[in-house]
């Protein structure tokens, strides 16, 4: 995908290693358990590489192959339980094989990049299949609901030393489709890089429906990774399901 080769070189000081994140993932699992974790959208891989300290196997896969030779050059081969591949949300079901994984991750709002409906129930009865009985599926995306309901015009804006990125929605609701639109200054460079996509900005009621269709039970759902209460103004959604 485009938007993410123009600032792939960038995407760590945009989105540096989210602790929260590592945290939740490893409070959901037996400590020093021997499992199997599936990184989907794992971008730069500072989650899997985080986590392979932690599980006996940790695979990173997204479609874009200069945030995968970033996070390889990261890894520098020295986790031998580690890999990464160039693969999509919706290769999973047939690059591996059935009841492989203990745990699926899809954080980052790596979800609504799927266009519809029709593909997303498609990917969670790809989860289901790879996943082990009684694995568990987790995933973050944007609340939506508050972004429609109240008309959200964009997300915080992102500013360090290294970088300013700004981000934009526009809602189409006769398409249910999202632009997002960003615009990321470089500061040592003096350089602006702007791109727009098209998000799926799916509800959480629709997606707790697709999960239940795809086979999947003991839905909880929450507002941040910190597993506080889901609240009108949460801005992330996330959820954890049980194969």
Known sequence: MAFYQSISEYYDHIFPLNNLQTGFVTGSFDAGSELKILDIGCG???????????????????PDTDMLSIAENKADNKLKNLSFEALGMLDIGEHFQK???????????????LGSEKEMQEFLDQANYVLKPG?????QIINYDRVIDQNIKGLPTIENEFVKFTRKYTYHPEKKLLDFETL???????????????????????????????GFSDIRVWGNFKREALVPESIPLVIEVIA
């Open 135 to 139: 694995g568990k599926l987790m995933i």
């Open 44 to 62: 730069t891989g500072s989650l899997s590489i985080a986590l392979a300290s932690c599980f006996k196997k940790v695979i990173g896969i997204d």
């Open 184 to 214: 990321l200054s470089i500061k040592s460079e003096k350089r602006e890089i702007g791109n727009i996509i098209h998000l799926y900005p799916i509800r959480r009621a629709k997606l707790i429906q697709l999960v239940r269709q795809s």
């Open 99 to 113: 009841n492989t994984f203990d745990g699926i991750l899809c954080f980052g709002n790596t979800l609504v990049h």
